[in-house]
């Protein structure tokens, strides 16, 4: 039984299949959390960066940016 048949099914589903849902289902999950999180580290560093350059910037030109 296919991971979709079982999540549609489950009340009929054997507890083998049942099982290897369970465990493809974990390690996904698993995975996709820590990617997640690696991509939240990327996004808070561009985002320190940005504002790094972005503060430089204002002390050069200007707040309003217009020198």
């Known amino acids: 039984m296919s991971l979709k048949e079982t999540i549609e099914n489950y009340k009929n589903a054997s507890n083998i299949d049942l099982f290897k849902s369970l465990n493809f289902l974990k390690e996904r999950f698993e995975s996709d959390k820590a990617r997640v ?3 939240t580290y990327q996004i808070d560093a561009v985002e ?3 504002n790094k350059l972005y503060e430089e910037y ?3 030109v ?3 940016g217009d020198k």
Do not use: A, Q
Request: avoid cysteine; proline fraction near 0%; aromatic fraction near 8%.
């Open 58 to 60: 204002k002390k050069r």
């Open 48 to 50: 320190s960066d940005y």
């Open 37 to 39: 999180i690696e991509i």
């Open 62 to 64: 200007g707040s309003d």
